[in-house]
């Protein structure tokens, strides 16, 4: 993959408020996007325009290479798929995307349990909420037919389990160095 912002073709999923601010945000910001939506009123004009007129703190045009109704050419070829939808639509998307998913999506497997899993545990000892953490856990361990939170690098493997935010942060003060 090409981690180059205008060589990094990323796909939305969701043309909510979310979707559409992350295509105004990232497409200002050199990024080839592709925008999937099942309502066909919410991308519409976006098709129809070939992105989104971005005004506010930063403005220009936002341009989108592909905006369809489909979910498989939004995703064919794409080197990152970002879901945003609400949680009420994560069994679908993942669903829809297990066939779909190639050779090379193996960072799911690794990033959701090696760091998602500890970031989401230690927002909940923190009393942090991690909704999008939380959301991205959930989808893939929907979407691979695996329990992320029971076999990933959770509290208890870290050897915090039953910690405080304290004794975590001793532990890791401790243990990384300055």
């Known amino acids: 993959m090409d981690t180059r912002r205008g060589g990094c073709t990323c796909a939305i999923i969701g043309a909510g408020l979310g979707g559409i601010a992350l295509i105004a945000n990232m497409g200002l ?3 080839r996007l592709r925008l999937h939506d ?3 009123a919410r991308i519409a004009k976006v098709r129809e325009r070939g992105g ?6 930063v403005e220009g045009f936002a341009p989108v290479e592909l905006v369809t109704a489909e979910l498989a050419p939004a995703v064919d ?3 990152v798929i970002i879901v945003v939808t609400g949680s009420h639509f994560h ?3 993942a669903r829809g995307l297990a066939p779909l998913l190639k050779d090379g999506h193996k960072y799911v497997i690794e990033d959701v349990p090696c760091g998602l899993v500890a970031m989401s545990a230690l927002g909940s000892v923190a009393r942090v909420p991690t909704p999008v953490i939380d959301g991205l856990i959930t989808l893939t ?4 037919r695996r329990e992320f939170r029971a076999e990933g690098r959770n509290l208890e493997r870290l050897g915090l389990g039953g910690k ?3 004794e975590v942060q001793t ?3 401790r243990e990384l160095p300055a």
Request: proline fraction near 4%; charged fraction near 25%; hydrophobic fraction near 45%.
């Open 29 to 31: 910001q050199g990024y």
């Open 38 to 40: 099942l309502n066909e």
């Open 52 to 57: 989104l007129d971005v005004e506010g703190l």
């Open 77 to 79: 070829g794409a080197d």
């Open 91 to 93: 069994s679908d998307v």
């Open 141 to 144: 361990s929907a979407m691979l």
């Open 164 to 166: 405080r935010v304290p």
């Open 171 to 173: 532990i890791v003060d």
